[in-house]
């Protein structure tokens, strides 16, 4: 299988909005990276406006419905309970509605967080999540729910109709090159076999990077992974046409069959 790249461009837009200006544009980043590789681009709009906004979910959303792009995923992230605020934002729910994304990521983050740590616990959430899961569902989105690799709040998810999981890879980033590395990876490919064993799909994202992706991309049955903020990071050094480059020649190094 090829794990599939899709760029968060949620840091292009903090960048932007450090300014009362339109550079550097969201669009152009999503064109560039798609022309380095990427397969997907993916968005974490918060109610706080603090990055991506309502403008850049439509104008992204005109973007890939071209004709040229047909063939890459649109991915919305965020907080399904996040209703309208007064700063414009429309709520999770309605924006999704009204720009059809091809992916939806459900995550249980905080307005206030710095960003998203922890995946949902679906002991308390099983049964009003699961509305919002057949609704997006019955728009023609995929859903995807952000899930830390624990085998039963995995096989609860599975329950609740879901597509798929992303798994929040912050642990197994902040282990790697340490004693505790090997048993953070188990942890991971062990989620990711029983995923596969429950029909689920599998993404992962958070903290990867060049070091630490190569090896991740190992698990099983990974259909893609959402990076942001190391991409951006990277790009300061390298370009972003060469960073995204540079990410998907590791995917791909990554699901070469070796003989």
Known sequence: ????????????????????????SVVDAARTCIAAGAEGITVHPRPDMRHIRPDDVFA?????????????????????????????????IALTEA?????????????????????????????????????????????????????????????????RIELYTGPYADTFGTDEAAGAFASFQNAATLAAELGLGLNAGHDLNLTNLGHFASVTDLAEVSIGHAIIADALRFGLHETVSRYRNILDAANTPRT
């Open 99 to 163: 720009t059809s994304p091809h992916q939806c990521t459900l995550v249980p983050d905080d307005p206030v967080q710095l960003t998203s740590d922890h995946g949902w616990d679906l002991t308390g959430e099983s049964n009003r999540l699961a509305g919002v899961v057949a609704e997006l569902k019955a728009r023609g989105s995929r859903v995807s729910l952000f899930m830390d690799p624990d085998p039963l709040q995995i096989r609860l998810a599975a329950r609740l109709g879901t597509d």
């Open 60 to 92: 992204l959303a005109d973007l890939l419905a071209e004709p040229e792009f047909s063939d890459i995923e649109f991915n919305i992230e965020g907080n399904p309970y996040a209703g309208p605020e007064d700063n414009g934002y429309p709520g999770f």
């Open 1 to 24: 299988m090829k794990t599939k790249l899709s760029v968060n461009l949620n840091k292009v837009a903090l960048l932007r909005n450090s300014r009362d200006t339109t550079i550097p």
